[in-house]
């Protein structure tokens, strides 16, 4: 079979989109074209950031391929399912473009996985992948029974949803290493999540492991990588080797969370490569943060979220520390590691003024709290589920709408007013 994996050319204007707006690897499609290759198929993957193509090339290239199952993405990578721009503009505009070319649609991301409903109607694809999307895909490419493949959706013959399995959970401890295209590294010059020092050499995006244990209220996982799995090392490392021997002088774990792990870290401590994550800084010792420094690693983003033991448990995030104590982690950590973050969310008013104090308290030790951001309730975190129970059709309307209505102003990396769902579909 021959198989197009398509990352569309992302388009994030009006929208309350929390991610980065650089180009980074479509990690799952990666995965996918790796067991596609293995089973025999034929395999044209495009990123419409990464190559500097838009929706017509794009769309050219794959009637070129001819193919006979699509795939689009409708969150820009495996990094932001989590935070994913909710509106479906960008998918939509692709799948317009190809038409009737293409072969059999499929969607991947995490609209599909908690609402595959309207993403079916929306896109008009045959078949949505509810979570984890890399051993769906190959299963779909297999035999012809395509709608009996579990972790996937499809609109019968009266127009209604039927949903087969559960959403779907790799292996992913052998998951494959990843090869990129040379002239893909070449052009991602983007250092994710970096600011000590200006970008030297190309950048890259990894995962040392998938999920989550834990089940903070604001994070959007439920249906998607949710389940915490550990890569085997010595795929881990053939993978980052590849792109070490490719010029790759940084490299950016999207892990949901990056856990003390002192065999990688020994073995990166050996490599010419620097390193970021994302952690929570409660579950450090001193001495692991001291390695992790030592490692490599020069870009840490770390989830407090609330300054009050009170603020912490309504968040759901069993943390076991003060935020004296979480303070001296994030100092100590900010002796070996040149950039610390600590991610705050807003809070009720009486609280800001703790923040504000906080904030000047770190920052005068170096270390970075941004300005709290808006929790936004994604129809994939216990958050929606708390406030309107299950997702329906409406989920991510209502979320949106709920966001707007609640805060007047938005987070720094939002910068344009954001626009109700319908108004950005409809452009």
């Known amino acids: ?10 388009d994030y204007r009006h929208s309350i989109y929390f991610g980065c707006r650089a180009a980074h690897l479509p990690l799952e499609l990666g995965y996918s074209k790796a067991l596609l290759e293995t089973d025999g198929h034929q395999v044209l993957m495009l990123d419409g950031q990464i190559q500097g193509l838009d929706t017509t090339a794009i769309a050219d290239r794959v009637r070129d391929f001819a ?10 990578t495996y990094l932001f399912w989590r935070c994913a721009p909710p509106e479906l503009r960008v998918p939509r505009q692709m799948l317009a473009a190809l ?30 992948v509810r979570g984890e999307c890399e051993e769906v895909v190959a299963a779909l490419a297999a035999g012809p029974a395509r709608r009996d493949v ?22 992913f401890t052998d998951a494959p290493a990843l090869h990129w295209p ?8 983007h250092h994710h999540h970096r600011f000590d020092a200006a970008p030297v050499g190309p950048g890259a995006e990894v995962e040392a492991s998938r999920g989550c244990p834990y089940a903070c209220t604001f994070c959007a996982k439920i249906d998607f990588r949710d389940r915490y799995r550990k890569r085997d090392l010595d795929v881990l490392l053939a993978e980052i080797d590849g792109l070490i021997a490719q010029g790759v002088t940084y490299i950016y774990f999207i ?5 003390p792990r002192g065999d990688l870290l020994h073995a990166l401590r050996e490599r010419a490569v620097q390193f970021g994550i994302q952690t929570r800084i409660d579950l450090w010792k001193p001495e692991m943060l001291d390695l992790l420094g030592e490692a490599g690693c020069v870009s840490i983003e770390a989830g407090v979220e609330s300054l009050t033991v009170e603020g912490r448990a309504l968040l759901a995030k069993k943390c076991k520390l003060d935020t004296d104590q979480l303070s001296a982690l994030l ?35 170096g270390v970075w709290a941004n300005d709290p951001v808006p929790l936004f309730p994604y129809p994939s975190a216990p958050e929606y589920r708390r406030l309107w129970g299950m997702p329906d059709d409406q989920a991510w309307e209502r979320a949106l709408d709920h966001y707007l209505r609640q805060f007047d102003s938005f987070s720094d990396i939002q910068e344009d007013q954001p626009l109700p769902l319908v108004e950005l579909e409809a452009s």
Not at 1 to 10: D, F, G
Not at 182 to 189: F, I, S, Y
Not at 334 to 343: D, E
């Open 67 to 76: 193919p006979d199952m699509t795939v689009v993405t409708t969150a820009p």
């Open 331 to 365: 100092m100590h950590a900010r002796k070996s590691v040149p950039f610390v973050q600590a991610n705050l969310i807003r809070a009720e008013e009486n609280e800001m003024v703790l923040v504000a104090e906080w904030r000047a308290q770190l920052h005068d030790c």
């Open 255 to 259: 892990d949901e969370i990056f856990l």
């Open 1 to 10: 079979m021959k198989v197009a994996l398509i990352n569309p050319s992302w």
């Open 99 to 128: 038409g009737s070319d293409g072969g059999m649609k499929v969607a991947v991301g995490p609209h599909g996985s908690a609402t595959p409903g309207p993403v079916l109607r929306k896109l008009g694809v045959d078949i949505v």
């Open 182 to 189: 040379g002239d893909w590294v070449l052009r991602h010059d």
């Open 150 to 171: 579990p972790g996937t959706a499809y609109l019968d013959g009266t127009g209604q949803v039927q949903v087969v399995g559960e959403p779907a959970a790799t292996r």
